[in-house]
T-cell receptor, first 115, second 115 residues
């Protein structure tokens, strides 16, 4: 079975400071990992994905995430927060075991960016 | 660009009604998914489909059914709506073959209220 835990339900940063959103996963198989962002009243947009290539993954809007197998983590970072980054972020794990063709979503981290 | 379209952004229905939520994708995706999103619970998978006329139960299928008569359209049906089905419903699509290592593309969601 697979699961994903987002360690913070809310994160607040000041504009221009770094962002760190934490995610741990568990999986019996080599996982695929994703980060999605959801702005208010919108669907989810893919930020980046890891599928067993490079462990440091670069995404859109200056975000990146590092896959650390030893720590079973896939934390999302950005060097400098912008007001438009305020949104909810979801860490997602996908594992192709037992024919399950679906993803497991974390419960989300709401990012606030203070001016 | 890829596009998943949900027919209604907001919908209000009464208890006991049969409710249809429609989703259309123009990406020739094999896989389509229905989720519900509730505060603090993240996204929970209701049903998914990996081919026309094929469907599989997700994590919370009770009270719902689905229909996929054409590849581009995936309908979610609430057989007899109840107030605990008030939620945001999200439709998504993904390419086949790679199963859970493929990112999903989401619609903007339907906010359904059952009175």
């Amino acid at each position: 079975a697979q699961s994903v835990t987002q360690l913070d339900s809310h994160v607040s940063v000041s504009e221009g400071t770094p962002v760190l959103l934490r995610c741990n996963y568990s999986s019996s198989y080599s996982p695929s990992l994703f980060w999605y962002v959801q702005h208010p009243n919108k669907g989810l947009q893919l930020l980046l994905k890891y599928t067993s290539a490079a462990t440091l993954v670069k995404g859109i809007n200056g975000f990146e995430a590092e896959f650390k197998k030893s720590e079973t983590s896939f934390h999302l970072t950005k060097p400098s927060a912008h007001m438009s980054d305020a949104a909810e972020y979801f860490c997602v794990v996908g594992v192709g075991d037992t024919g399950r063709r679906a993803l497991t979503f974390g419960s989300g981290t709401r990012l606030q960016v203070q001016p | 660009d890829v596009k998943v379209t949900q027919s209604s952004r907001y919908l209000v229905k009464r208890t006991g009604e049969k409710v249809f939520l429609e989703c259309v994708q123009d990406m020739d995706h094999e896989n389509m998914f229905w989720y519900r999103q509730d505060p603090g619970l993240g996204l929970r998978l209701i049903y998914f489909s990996y081919d026309v006329k094929m469907k599989e139960k997700g994590d919370i299928p009770e009270g719902y059914s689905v229909s996929r008569e054409k590849k581009e359209r995936f309908s979610l049906i609430l057989e007899s709506a109840s107030t605990n089905q008030t939620s945001m419903y999200l439709c998504a699509g993904s390419s086949g073959g790679g199963f859970s290592n493929q990112p999903q593309h989401f619609g903007d969601g339907t906010r359904l209220s059952i009175l």
